[in-house]
Nanobody
Framework: VQLQAFGGGLVQPGGSLRLSCTPSGSIYDYTVLGWYRQRPGQQRELVAGCAIHGSPTQYEDSVKGRASISREYWKNTVSLQLTNLKPEDTAVYFC??????????WGQGTLVTVSS
């Protein structure tokens, strides 16, 4: 499984950005696709995830109301829109897929820095 992640970079506090992830093969091959992040000195945590074959989505508490994950089937992509970014959102963001049974695969990570 290979995952291509797009987006990230330097954003000012209060700004927004969009992260996109395209897996190898078809998006329909996977059960869940989403994003984790690892903030400096902290463990990796789930940011948002969505079921590919249904509607359930999941968000980490600190991004609820500021994050929206969407399935773009026609582009074979899942995107995460983050708004009202805060310095504590600074992290390396990792796209992931669940190929079934909880087996996760990861992309290489993209750095998001929120700073003025």
């Amino acid at each position: 499984v290979q995952l291509q992640a797009f987006g990230g970079g330097l954003v000012q506090p209060g700004g927004s950005l969009r992260l996109s992830c395209t897996p190898s093969g078809s998006i329909y091959d996977y059960t869940v696709l989403g994003w984790y992040r690892q903030r400096p000195g902290q463990q990796r945590e789930l940011v948002a995830g969505c079921a590919i074959h249904g509607s359930p989505t999941q968000y980490e508490d600190s991004v609820k109301g500021r994050a929206s994950i969407s399935r773009e089937y026609w582009k074979n992509t899942v995107s995460l829109q983050l708004t009202n970014l805060k310095p504590e959102d600074t992290a390396v963001y990792f796209c992931y897929v669940d190929v079934g049974g909880g087996e996760l695969h990861w992309g290489q990570g993209t750095l998001v820095t929120v700073s003025s």
